[in-house]
């Protein structure tokens, strides 16, 4: 299985179909925004992930009771609280043949569409509320007006994962995210260390101009005492010379 290998069109309805048998009709207890790219809802006391991301988007259950953050949410998170926060998750559908899903969720007044759009580097989670992009987030460059239509399905296609999917989700993009991870610190600490080296390498160039010019002082030394010399002469020369032309 190759390192950030994209979800396909089939494992996306594959683990929708995971994600409809277990959590369809139960309410949202909480929204939490793990990330600028990734979004946690608390569906009544099962985690459900929906990352945007260029490398590692996915949706997926979590073994784990979604935890908090304990920083302040950011503006789309808060979103996603005011309007999903209460509301029932209705419906779970893929776009056949495309990577593409909407989560209906049944509101007291009306209804509210998660749309997850996993598109690599033009990837994005939206919220759309009586059919308006409420807010968004991912890398892609423009906001996504609609679903994109139903494409033919491979026959030939299969999903990597077993029944159910998530477990094996999960961990294939644990994996691969502390990979990340630590290629970014390994990165980090390189640029770290490229920069002290040229730190060093500029002390060491005024260092050995300091020791050069200090090598020099004796030289400069005899030299000022011989510009003293010959200007005491040349008072002396001039003394004498007024003293005659008195």
Same mark, same amino acid.
């Given at each position: 299985m190759s390192a950030h290998a994209p979800l396909s069109a089939v494992e996306i309805a594959q683990v929708a179909d995971? $994600? =409809?048998r277990t959590l369809r009709g139960q309410n949202v207890q909480r929204v939490v925004q793990s990330d600028p790219e990734t979004v946690i809802l608390d569906v009544r006391g099962r985690g459900l992930l929906l990352?945007?991301?260029?490398?590692?988007?996915? /949706?997926h259950l979590l073994a784990a009771k979604p935890a908090g953050t304990g920083e302040a949410p950011p503006h789309f998170c808060m979103l996603l609280r005011k309007h999903l926060e209460g509301s029932r998750l209705q419906h779970v559908t893929p776009v056949p043949g495309e990577r593409a899903i909407e989560l209906g969720f049944a509101r007291a007044d009306?209804? #509210?569409l998660l749309r997850l759009f996993l598109y690599?580097?033009?990837?994005? /989670?939206?919220?759309v509320v009586e059919g308006r992009v409420l807010g968004h987030i991912g890398p892609a460059r @423009? %906001?996504?007006?609609?679903?994109? !239509?139903? @494409?033919?399905?491979?026959?030939? =296609?299969?999903?990597?994962? !077993?029944?159910?999917?998530?477990? =094996? $989700?999960?961990?294939r993009f644990t994996v691969e995210l502390a990979a990340t991870q630590d290629e970014v610190a390994q990165q980090a600490a390189l640029v770290t260390?490229? #920069?002290?080296?040229? @730190? *060093?390498q500029r002390l060491h160039a005024a260092l050995v101009k300091d020791l050069d010019r200090m090598t020099e %002082?004796? @030289? *400069?030394?005899?030299? #000022?005492? /011989?510009?003293l010399a010959l200007a005491a002469a040349a008072v002396v020369q001039c003394n004498e010379a007024a003293w005659h032309n008195a």
């Open positions: 995971e $994600i =409809a990352a945007a991301s260029q490398q590692h988007g996915r /949706l009306g209804e #509210a690599g580097k033009a990837a994005q /989670l939206q919220l @423009r %906001v996504y007006e609609a679903l994109p !239509p139903p @494409r033919p399905i491979d026959p030939a =296609a299969t999903s990597r994962f !077993p029944e159910p999917p998530s477990p =094996a $989700i999960e961990q260390l490229r #920069a002290d080296e040229k @730190r *060093l %002082v004796p @030289r *400069l030394r005899k030299e #000022a005492d /011989l510009l």
